[in-house]
């Protein structure tokens, strides 16, 4: 899934390989969401 940064809005891949565009609102800039699964290592 992707985000974009001026509606918002969450895009599927699909739609991204096709533009690096928003198609809700043609921003040209996206950024991947990362997940909110919080990680923990333990060093040794």
Do not use: S
Request: hydrophobic content about 30%; charged content about 40%; glycine content about 2%.
């Amino acid at each position: 899934m992707y985000k974009c940064l001026k509606c918002e809005k969450e895009i599927e891949l699909e739609h991204v390989r096709d533009k690096i565009r928003c198609p809700f609102c043609g921003y040209r800039i996206i950024m991947k969401q990362r997940p909110n699964k919080v990680t923990k290592v333990i060093a040794r």
